[in-house]
């Protein structure tokens, strides 16, 4: 099983350009999320979704878009990318809802924004 | 809205040594908690989860927690670490049908 696939592992950006991080996942999770990691910050989630066309705002939402037009795919969108986004992002996926079960996290995308 | 607070930034331990880490959240119903670990250069992996019963929950690599209700805790202990043991360890807790909210992050350094 391939898990959560993140791509791509690396990423530099000039500030201003746009970029999509891909996540995808192949065991039919409904829960899917982005958080990004900084130092001394741990993990604030920026966007989720529940489910096939239904995204929601997290922690730290400002700068970054969302879709989820199938349920294996959340691909997170810079617009228009800032120093300030430079930080590694982690795509998470979770099975139920409702049930008891725990996030599988991809292997995270490190991204520098110059 | 939920929290989680990581009392513990950076550890250092030499090898043998006990460890307890702590963790107290805030969320006024029921929740489901975990402790995850990141190894240097690596994603996280989870080490263990509450949902309910028993309080006191074993996970991988001889790790355990303590869930307290009535101290909104739940620490995580090892008897005995190893030089391996190193890296930095998220607390994370879940309430209803929300979001992860993780801890800031234990670092922990095992001296050989």
């Known amino acids: 099983n391939a898990g959560v696939t993140q791509t791509p592992k690396f990423q530099v950006l000039k500030t201003g350009q746009s970029m999509t991080l891909q996540c995808a996942q192949d065991?039919?999770?409904?829960?899917m999320s982005w958080y990004r990691q900084d130092p001394g910050m741990g993990l604030r989630l920026i966007h989720y979704?529940?489910?096939?066309?239904?995204?929601d705002q997290g922690e730290v939402p400002n700068g970054y878009n969302v879709s989820r037009s199938t349920t294996e795919d959340f691909p997170l969108r810079l617009l228009s990318a800032a120093p300030s986004q430079t930080s590694v992002y982690f795509c998470?996926?979770?099975?139920?809802?409702?049930?008891?079960?725990?996030?599988?996290f991809g292997d995270g995308t490190r991204l520098s924004i110059l | 809205a939920q929290s989680v607070s990581q009392h513990n930034h950076h550890v250092i331990l030499s090898e043998a040594a006990s460890l307890e880490l702590g963790c107290n959240y805030s969320?006024?119903?029921?929740?489901?908690l975990f402790w995850y670990v990141q190894y240097p250069g690596q994603h996280l992996q989870l080490l263990l989860k509450?949902?309910?019963?028993?309080?006191l929950v074993k996970g991988i690599k001889g790790f355990e927690a303590e869930f307290i209700k009535s101290k909104f805790s739940f620490n995580l202990r090892k008897p005995s670490v190893q030089w391996s043991d190193t890296a930095e360890y998220f607390c994370?807790?879940?309430?209803?049908?929300?979001?992860?909210?993780f801890g800031s992050g234990t670092r922990l350094q095992v001296q050989p």
């Open positions: 998470a996926s979770r099975g139920s809802l409702g049930g008891n079960q725990p996030q599988h």
């Open positions: 979704s529940v489910g096939a066309g239904i995204t």
């Open positions: 994370a807790v879940r309430g209803g049908r929300r979001a992860l909210t």
């Open positions: 065991m039919n999770h409904e829960y």
């Open positions: 509450y949902f309910s019963g028993d309080p």
């Open positions: 969320y006024g119903g029921t929740v489901n």
